[in-house]
């Protein structure tokens, strides 16, 4: 008798965590999934998508793929600072700490209602992925070509009358 009893015993412990474990499932089925910091809740244009972790060649080599750096550099960065020069300019470590601040924002930006803020975030990712881009070039051996550093100097000191 003994021995059925203790059969008893374990099944009603099974059953008490298979109940434990269907209430966790229904509870896990009705909350709000977590929110990636790439596809939160912002702005995007119809037809346009999240844009990626990690910018694209394309989108590095275009116009907009080498912002330069205004915002003063993040608290844990100790180099030299790295405002007025390029994201291409700048160390890989220092690109990684900007855009994590970067999607920090966005995620700031997007969890906010107005959709000027909304569209902050999305470029706040948008120049994340630039930063991650340039920061993965940097390490696979990046230099900027002579040809490439002349057209950005002369672009630079041109008289343009506006």
Not at 41 to 60: I, K, M, W
Not at 129 to 145: D, L, V
Request: glycine share 6%; hydrophobic share 40%.
């Amino acid at each position: 008798m003994a021995a059925g009893n203790d059969a008893l015993d374990v099944l009603k412990q099974i059953n008490t965590k298979l109940d434990t474990l269907i209430a966790l499932a229904a509870r896990a089925a009705t909350a709000p999934a977590p929110q990636n910091p790439w596809n939160g809740p912002a702005y995007v244009p119809t037809g346009q998508g999240t844009p990626p972790p990690v910018a694209s060649d394309y989108d590095l080599d275009g116009p907009y793929g080498d912002p330069e750096v205004k915002a003063k550099s993040p608290r844990d960065w100790t180099g030299p600072s790295m405002q007025g020069k390029h994201f291409s300019e700048c160390p890989a470590e220092y690109l990684d700490l900007v855009a994590d601040r970067l999607l920090y924002f966005a995620a700031q930006n997007a969890a906010d209602t107005d959709p000027e803020a909304q569209k902050k975030a999305r470029y706040n990712r948008l120049d994340a992925g630039r930063a991650k881009g340039w920061a993965a070039r940097i390490r696979a051996g990046y230099t900027p070509t002579p040809e490439a550093e002349a057209a950005a100097d002369a672009f630079a000191d041109s008289d343009v009358p506006f």
